[in-house]
C-alpha cells in the first residue's frame, strides 16, 4: 500500500534526531523498518533490527524513497 502524496514520507523522530545529532558519523541504530529513507540519509551507516540481530545498511542514492525494512 503506498502512502498518499500530500502525505509526508514517515520518518520515525527518533532516528531523524539520531541523524541530525551524528557529527562522528557512528552507526545508528533503529528498530523502525517502516520509515522512508530521505537524501539527508545519504551516506550514513544504518543498523536496522531485523527481530535477532541488527544489519548495517550503507545508504546510497539508489535507496531514497524506499522503506529501510527493504534492505
Known amino acids: 500500500m503506498v502512502r498518499s502524496k500530500w502525505k509526508a514520507p514517515f520518518v520515525d523522530y527518533q532516528l531523524l534526531d539520531d541523524i541530525i545529532d551524528n557529527k562522528t558519523r557512528a552507526v545508528i541504530k533503529t528498530k523502525s ?3 522512508t529513507i530521505l537524501q ?9 533490527y531485523t527481530g535477532r540481530m541488527y ?5 546510497d542514492e539508489k535507496m531514497v524513497g524506499h522503506k529501510l525494512g527493504e534492505f
Do not use: D, E, H, K
Not at 539527508?40 to 536496522?48: D, M, P, Q, T, Y
Not at 544489519?55 to 545508504?59: E, L, P, S, T
Open 55 to 59: 544489519n548495517n545498511v550503507y545508504i
Open 40 to 48: 539527508s540519509f545519504i551516506g550514513l551507516v544504518i543498523a536496522v
Open 33 to 35: 523498518r517502516s520509515s
